[in-house]
């Protein structure tokens, strides 16, 4: 595991941050594409999810990050008249290209003179009329659109960046049938291979899944290769994920996103390092709180937002009392969540979680797995308000991931929410 963050450890050594999810506390991006600028800075374009009750929003936001572990938030970099899906952005000839849709189907690009915006002169693209527009320009210069729900399609652009030449258009470039394709184009050429990246429905029958096609030529034909990133399991109720692919220095990575709030429609940007094998293929990674990073520092206070994966009725949300902070809440008896990986160097000896829990209630903490050695258990008494809970552990040592079991104080709350976690950190 360690080889692949060697990057980012370069990058951030001596630094506590963790990386996922990037998005900050209360703002919520999805659809993360991912373009490395002529700057050198890793910027991320995507949706702006802003309620539980529907898609997206009328602007966008972007992150932007150097080191992949300082990131910076660029309000309200393109505001529109009607709601904006996922986007694509495109640096060519010293112009940035903004490309987004609109639930009707239109298709359209504008144009900046800086990676943020503003972005202006926005004009429709005649022919896609769809979803999710993705532009990807070959080693020759040619630049080729792509877009598309259930089945893709794609054509070769104009030197202008704003036409397609629709005599080039191909239909089912990548289908829900053959390869499990759900939505969310984005193309990348890596040596001699093109690499179809999307949501992939084939696994769980909802495209929680990132895979993977790959080809000789940009249009294909495109062959499943199988999946990258499965963010299944990361709120109970889950429904798509939509990501890219893409180089940082020596290192490759997928963006994806991750649900939150119970709900389909308020989701996170994360990351995680991937590996290219000798025949060009992927090996699938999973979800982790620490990200394009290191294990997170076990005595540093770590966030109980970051969990990676939970299971049961909690969710990850906004506090009632303070809307610039998340806690994972609506905590049931017999719920559990995960934080991968955490660094506990030479012994950890003891846990301070800060947690509200009005009829009282108790926390399990078990080392690797659900089922793994027992490291001690906080017992939360009976308050209405937050308070600071802390109990000694056995001694653990070494990079593990942490699972916490939650549990009610009394038998008679068996379908009710019993509290609710912010943080928790370790003492030697």
Not at 391 to 416: R, Y
């Amino acid at each position: 595991m360690i080889r692949h963050f060697l990057l980012c450890l370069l990058f951030c050594a001596g630094n506590a941050l963790a990386q996922n999810p990037i998005s900050p506390m209360g703002v919520y991006i999805a659809d993360p594409t991912s373009r490395v600028n002529p700057d050198g800075r890793l910027y991320i374009y995507g949706s702006l999810d802003t309620s539980p009750k529907y898609y997206c929003s009328k602007d966008y936001h972007v992150l932007s990050s150097d080191d992949l572990c300082h990131w910076t938030l660029h309000r309200n970099s393109f505001s529109w008249n009607e709601t904006l899906y996922a986007p694509d952005m495109m640096y060519h000839n010293g112009q940035y290209h903004l490309y987004f849709d609109t639930p009707n189907g239109n298709e359209y690009v504008a144009v900046a003179d800086a990676p943020t915006g503003p972005w202006r002169n926005a004009v429709q693209i005649e022919g896609p009329r769809q979803i999710d527009p993705n532009i990807f320009i070959d080693d020759d210069g040619q630049a080729y659109y792509f877009w598309g729900q259930f089945a893709a399609k794609g054509a070769r652009m104009n030197p202008d960046l704003k036409t397609l030449d629709l005599s080039s258009m191909r239909d089912s470039i990548v289908t829900e049938a053959e390869h499990g394709f759900h939505e969310g184009s984005y193309v990348i050429r890596r040596g001699k291979y093109y690499y179809f990246i999307y949501a992939d429905i084939s696994r769980n029958g909802r495209p929680t899944c990132l895979g993977y096609s790959m080809a000789t030529s940009p249009l294909g034909p495109y062959e499943y290769k199988g999946i990258i990133i499965d963010n299944a399991g990361c709120d109970p109720e889950t429904w798509n994920n939509h990501g890219s692919v893409v180089q940082f220095g020596k290192q490759w990575y997928v963006l994806y996103h991750r649900s939150t709030h119970g709900c389909n429609t308020m989701r996170k940007a994360c990351i995680e390092p991937i590996r290219f094998n000798e025949n060009g293929t992927i090996d699938e990674v999973e979800m982790t709180s620490q990200g394009a990073a290191g294990p997170l520092d076990a005595f540093q206070t770590i966030d109980a937002a970051r969990a990676c994966r939970m299971q049961g009725h909690l969710r990850i949300r906004l506090m009632a009392d303070n809307k610039e902070r998340e806690e994972l809440g609506a905590i049931r008896a017999g719920d559990a969540a995960v934080w991968k990986y955490i660094d506990f160097e030479r012994g950890a000896r003891s846990v301070t979680l800060r947690a509200q829990a009005p009829q009282g209630a108790t926390v399990t903490l078990h080392a690797d797995t659900p089922d793994g050695p027992q490291l001690g258990t906080v017992d939360i008494s009976p308050q209405e308000g937050w308070q600071e809970c802390q109990t000694h552990i056995k001694k653990i040592k070494g990079e593990h991931a942490l699972w916490l079991i939650f549990q009610s104080a009394t038998d008679n709350l068996p379908d009710a929410d019993i509290m609710n976690l912010d943080w928790f950190r370790f003492g030697k």
